[in-house]
């Protein structure tokens, strides 16, 4: 059986990051093994990277995807150790930027975009939200002092030991799957042009053949007859002509004018790509209206950002309102917490003044 990569090592490396995190994470001891823990797991994570490097050859990523890998890394190891809130989510930040960097390696601007705008800024802004509501303000003789839930973990063996081993499931799967796994189905790719009529007929316009044909492009209609429509999946489109004589000529001076034939300076001629794109002669249909094939330019292709923001909207839009929902929920409920704890304050202060003021008098 082809796996991906050696079980043995792979379970290997996982514990010996275990190992490392477990060390790494606060703790009450007068010798403190974060130091140790870091390095153990940086040794485990690299020898991992190290290993699967080797197996993938040529094939392998380039310099970049291990610099963005190892700051991802060192960064969330970070988040879940330091002591401090607030540098944990600046920690967070610096990691959510690596795994932007990893995206657009893969040429996913939408999800590149998505981290930074999303994670980065949004909810990174309403977690400091929170934990600067839900803090309490440090005094000014114990300004260094931590609770002791940030000051030490909780539990720190069993729960490295359930992250590892749920990484150790979802690795294995993958490294028993991915070899069999059926090819991706290949759909075009430009299924997205069927929603961008705007951009089609400007890829048109711009070599001049809108403009020459003096008639438009035919709406896309999936229920119509084949051949009646511009089809992203062929990427071809007819043309309805307006003055299909005028357009013929065009047509005839231009294809002599490749051949190298002599054509008069002053001819009236489509641009050679625009030419270039006719697919045969003006036709006739049976509704006594002539259109022309044309082929779709080599510019003209749906971006991946496109297609994932069609699909986004069009497919998902309830999950983008729920999303919006949850952080709107998540600051009023900041908002709430916060506003018990100065009423409690202002109560507690009221009733020392009072009781100060009482004493006083009596």
Do not use: C
């Not at 357009?247 to 625009?274: H, I, K, N, Y």
């Amino acid at each position: 059986m082809e796996h991906v990569l050696s079980p043995i090592i792979l379970y290997a490396a996982i514990a010996i990051g275990a190992v490392g995190v477990a060390l790494a994470l606060p703790r009450k001891a007068n010798v403190n093994p974060q130091p140790l823990g870091a390095l153990i797991a940086a040794a485990g994570i690299g020898g991992l990277i190290a290993v699967l490097a080797m197996v993938a050859g040529d094939d392998r990523p380039n310099l970049f995807f291990y610099v963005f890998a190892f700051i991802a890394l060192g960064a969330a190891l970070r988040v879940i150790t330091h002591p401090r809130p607030i540098y944990s989510a600046l920690y967070f930040i610096l990691s959510i930027l690596a795994s932007a960097g990893l995206y657009l390696l893969l040429d996913a601007e939408f999800m590149t975009f998505a981290l930074i705008i999303i994670y980065a800024g949004a909810i990174l802004i309403t977690y400091l939200f929170v934990i600067m509501l839900a803090t309490t303000a440090p005094s000014d003789e114990g300004y260094e002092d931590l609770e002791e839930y940030d000051a030490v973990a909780r539990e720190p063996v069993i729960a490295t030991g359930a992250g590892f081993l749920v990484l150790a499931i979802l690795t294995g799967w993958l490294s028993v799957g991915v070899p069999h796994l059926p090819p991706p189905a290949y759909k075009g790719g430009d299924e997205a042009l069927a929603q961008l009529p705007l951009k089609v007929q400007q890829a048109f316009d711009e070599v001049g053949l809108l403009e020459h044909a003096d008639g438009e492009m035919l709406p896309f209609d999936p229920g119509s007859v084949a051949g009646t429509y511009y089809d992203p999946l062929t990427r071809q489109a007819q043309l309805l002509l307006a003055d299909p004589s005028r357009f013929r000529g065009m047509l005839r001076q231009a294809r002599a004018r490749a051949r190298g034939e002599d054509v008069s300076e002053d001819a009236d001629a489509l641009s050679p790509e625009a030419a270039a794109l006719v697919v045969n002669e003006p036709v006739t249909r049976r509704d006594g209206t002539v259109v022309v094939l044309v082929s779709f330019p080599e510019s003209l292709r749906a971006r991946n950002i496109e297609s994932v923001g069609l699909e986004l909207i069009g497919g998902h839009p309830l999950t983008l309102e729920m999303a919006g929902i949850i952080l709107l929920l998540a600051m009023l409920g900041a908002v709430v917490l916060a506003r018990k704890r100065i009423d409690l304050e202002q109560a507690e202060k009221l009733a020392a003044a009072t009781g100060t003021l009482g004493g006083g008098h009596a």
